[in-house]
């Protein structure tokens, strides 16, 4: 998909993997996903 | 990165044309830097909200956590009056620690999910929590669904997209 951007979001010295989606909608809000840890209980 | 609950939600908000981000916490992934046990993982939430108000000129964020992503991603609430709200899924009350739970006090509208077979967001203790926040506020129960809601993935991703245009529309 076009507006499918793989990025790395700069946090002083670390770099975070990041995939953002641009919506053509132009309102100007975005929902920010926050994932669970790995070393956190998995199934 | 592909985690099913996050994944499921990412897809719905792409086929509803909704700006999102999703990134790895700093050494997961191809994410650089160490686990700092919860400080570190907080800034890089905030990292996220700045990139998308300074570089993509986002107005409006709204904060979308699944466990551990929701006690590190919800605290961060009052971080910017750019941040609307929150979608918290399964948020580990117990598990964390209370400090996550004050820090996710706002007045700002809040959404939890809750599997009403997770055992490890305990689901017994799930009114309690929910009754300690301001309005305003929803909580959504998924029922059968324990703290993976492995086949439950579009009934969240339908709630977060309604959420978000209880917000935005």
């Known amino acids: 998909m076009d507006n499918i951007e793989n990025t790395f979001v700069k946090n002083d010295n670390v770099q975070l993997e990041a ?13 920010l996903l926050i994932h669970p840890h790995p070393q956190f209980p998995r199934a | 990165m592909h985690n099913n609950v996050v994944s499921g939600i990412y897809k719905a908000l792409i086929r509803e044309n909704i700006s999102c981000l999703r990134f790895n916490f700093r050494a997961v992934g191809r994410s650089t830097g160490n686990h700092t046990e919860g400080s570190g993982e907080a ?13 993509k000129k986002t107005k409006k964020v709204l904060l ?5 992503g929701a006690a590190i991603g919800c605290s961060q609430v009052n971080y910017s009056d750019s941040i609307v709200g929150f979608c918290a899924i399964s948020f580990p009350f117990d598990f964390m620690g209370v400090e996550y739970k004050k820090l996710s006090q706002s007045e700002k509208p809040k959404l939890f999910i809750q599997g009403n077979r997770d055992n490890i967001a305990m689901y017994g203790k799930f009114e309690s929590h929910f009754n300690f926040f301001y309005e305003p506020k929803l909580s959504v129960i998924i029922d059968g669904a324990d703290h993976f809601y492995g086949g439950y993935e579009s009934k969240i991703a339908d ?3 309604k959420f978000y245009y209880s917000l935005f529309e």
């Open chain 1, 19 to 31: 995939e953002y989606f641009s919506s053509n909608s132009d309102n100007n809000t975005a929902v």
């Open chain 2, 43 to 55: 800034s890089d939430v905030r990292a996220c909200v700045d990139f998308l108000l300074s570089i």
């Open chain 2, 64 to 68: 979308c956590g699944y466990s551990y």
């Open chain 2, 159 to 161: 709630e977060v997209v």
